[in-house]
């Protein structure tokens, strides 16, 4: 499903581009958890290249429950830009600032 996906892989791509991240091709996944192991690179990954892999992986599972269910989609940038507005909403809410607030 994630590799024969051109949304999927147009999301992934876009994604890798905006964030500066370069991530294994999709083309050559045949399993999930061998490539998701290489995208966090053996245990290595900082917190951003994480949270970024969780968040679009949620998101394109949430896109394609849209599709199925709800037959409604959205483009790639669409998609690719609430990711990023969410990454950007939970930086903002958990900056010391906030957190001291508590």
């Not at 995208?39 to 949430?62: C, E, P, S």
Request: charged share 15%; with cysteine; hydrophobic share 45%.
């Amino acid at each position: 499903m994630v590799a024969k996906c051109s949304y999927t892989t147009t999301v992934w791509t876009m994604i890798a581009s905006n964030g500066n991240f370069q991530f294994p091709p999709l083309q050559d996944v045949h399993r999930l958890y061998p490539w998701w192991e290489l995208m966090l690179g053996a245990g290595n990954a900082q917190a951003d290249h994480v949270q970024l892999l969780v968040y679009t992986a949620w998101n394109l599972w949430k896109e394609r429950c849209r599709r199925v269910f709800d037959n409604k989609g959205m483009s790639p940038a669409n998609l690719v830009a609430i990711i990023q507005q969410d990454i950007a909403l939970y930086k903002q809410a958990h900056t010391q600032e906030n957190i001291d607030r508590l």
